[in-house]
């Protein structure tokens, strides 16, 4: 009988959960690569995993084609490949002129050892208009060895002349099911991967940051618990909204992680922040939209949920309800201050009208 030896294809990619149809796009494109991609997507889905292995792609003489990583491959994996630039807002809030212009100008040098420089910016969306502005001249006269990878959140976090210049590629949420295989394939027991599932709401990156932490049940069950705490007093929203970030802040806190130095360690906290309290806002719309639908025959999201609970509201106000709970997702976004937010949320879903 042959002996059949199972081969570990060498993967760019490899770590990634999701996206795969995404990344054979990629696979193709980079044989004609565009001059400028802009990934976006939410938080934690995997956006710079994924533009870092495309970036790789396209250093790679051999378009990653091999069995084993070839010197450029390897490089791409330590982070120290010399023609691709990675490029970070100086300070806390913006990327400026003067960064721009300096990656425009490097992008005019030759290639050290590839046949294209890469420049990736990994948080595009923190560009002032001045420097997106700057950038968009070398858009609109590219170079042919050069190639700008911008990561954000959002198109609408640039003018819409830059984003028209490049090649879109949307990141969008890893379905439910295909995030618990990930996590039980690393080792996470059933029952454990779908409540950090739940919490991480198709994001894979907030998950594997979950997948080890003991507080994640105790996350996804103080949301929960918010719609049979609210009354619609002030004070009493205020002091519950309290009581959730403080659970979530030492999260956020730890999940930044190392980083090299307070600047640096600050964004990611607020990124991580953002991202938690994103999810959990998720979480509790989905309570109200379990209630709606028991009520009305559907299917419900929360099977733990105690099911009287549920029927507490009626399926009109629950249905509002949700829906303020996601106008609140997106009036998070680019608000410094989650406990007002909160407190006032709260306090409109505790109101009897
Ligand atoms: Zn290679």
């Not at 956006?47 to 070839?70: I, M, N, R, S, T």
Request: hydrophobic share 45%; proline share 7%; with cysteine.
């Amino acid at each position: 009988m042959a002996e059949v030896t199972a081969q570990v294809r060498f993967d760019l990619f490899a770590g990634l959960i999701g996206h795969g149809p995404v990344v054979e796009l990629l696979r193709r494109d980079a044989i004609n690569p565009a001059h400028a991609y802009l990934f976006v997507g939410p938080n934690g889905v995997g956006k710079a995993l994924v533009a870092k292995g495309f970036a790789g792609l396209l250093l790679c003489p051999e378009g990653a084609q091999h069995d084993e990583p070839c010197r450029s491959c390897r490089r791409i994996l330590t982070g120290n490949h010399p023609d691709l630039v990675m490029v970070e807002p100086e300070g806390r809030t913006s990327l400026g002129v003067d960064q721009a212009r300096t990656m425009i100008s490097q992008a005019s040098l030759v290639p050290v050892e590839s046949v294209r420089r890469v420049f990736l910016v990994e948080e595009a969306g923190m560009m002032t208009e001045q420097a997106a502005n700057a950038l968009l001249k070398t858009l609109e006269e590219p170079n042919a060895s050069t190639v700008f990878l911008l990561v954000a959140e959002s198109e609408d976090d640039f003018p819409p002349t830059v984003a028209s210049r490049c090649r879109r590629v949307h990141l969008g949420r890893v379905l439910e099911d295909e995030l618990v295989t990930a996590l039980e394939d690393r080792g996470l027991e059933s029952t454990e991967a779908r409540v950090v599932a739940l919490v991480a709401g198709g994001r894979p990156g907030l998950a594997l940051s979950l997948a080890t932490r003991p507080e994640v049940a105790e996350l996804r069950k103080a949301w929960l618990g918010v719609p049979e705490r609210v009354t619609g007093r002030p004070g009493e929203a205020f002091l519950l909204a309290e009581e959730v970030l403080a659970l979530i802040e030492p999260v956020a806190a730890d999940l930044a992680g190392e980083q090299p130095n307070a600047e640096t360690k600050e964004r990611a906290r607020k990124r991580a922040l953002h991202t938690l309290l994103t999810s959990g806002l998720e979480i509790l719309a989905s309570w109200y939209a379990d209630a709606a639908s028991l009520q009305l025959g559907g299917p419900i999201r929360n099977r733990d949920l105690s099911l009287p609970s549920l029927t507490q509201i009626p399926p009109g106000r629950a249905i509002e309800n949700s829906g303020r709970v996601l106008d609140a997702v997106v009036d998070l976004t680019g608000n410094l201050r989650p406990l007002p937010l909160l407190a006032s949320l709260f306090t409109t879903l505790g109101s009897e009208s």
